[in-house]
Each structure stands twice: as C-alpha cells, then as structure tokens.
C-alpha cells in the first residue's frame, strides 16, 4: 500500500521512476496488488502478473483514461473494499450511492 501510482491512466500518469526502482521489486517477490491513492478515480491495471489498484475518489474524481493493461477505469466518487482470506484477495470498487462498478479475484 502506497500513496503514489505506477501505472496510471490518470492526472499523475505513469511514474517512471517507480516502474524502474519499486516495480522490480514487486514483481521479484511475487505481490499480487499495490494498493494507492493519490490519482482521484478508480483504476485497475494489470502489468507482469501484478495488479495495481487506484482508489483516490473518496472525495473528488478525476478524469481517467484506460492504459495498456487497464481491466477497469472510472472517474466516479467512492471507495473500494477489499477482501483478505488465507485463500484468495477480492476487491470491489463501489460508488458513494453504493452501487459495484467493478469486482474481481486477484490471482
């Protein structure tokens, strides 16, 4: 979990300097999600078998656009819920009003 995205769609676009220094990093170790804030909307990105999860709309959106390995990209206002077994992750990303715009099993 971290402030600042990797790959973005977003205002902050894609960190160069993250994808040479921490995303190697990543990937050497096997972490399935980065979690952050940071851009105002919702993103979810997959790159080298890591997914990368923005959700920085609690209080402003942003407008996005999708990237290579984008599976989801919005620029409502909500949070996202995430959830933690021994056996599997799952995140859904939902609206202030509470409506599901995106859920997946990260794997």
Do not use: W
């Amino acid at each position: 979990v971290a402030h600042h995205p990797i790959h973005s769609g977003g205002p902050h676009v894609t960190s160069q300097a993250l994808v040479r220094r921490l995303k190697p990093l990543l990937v050497a170790n096997g972490v399935i999600a980065y979690l952050n804030g940071h851009d105002h909307n919702f993103q979810h990105i997959v790159a080298d078998r890591v997914h990368f999860l923005t959700c920085g709309s609690g209080s402003q959106s942003r407008q996005t656009q999708a990237v290579e390995g984008t599976r989801f990209v919005s620029a409502e206002v909500g949070f996202m819920r995430c959830e933690l077994t021994h056996s599997k992750i799952g995140v859904e990303f939902i609206t202030a009003d509470g409506r599901t715009l995106h859920k997946a099993e990260l794997a």
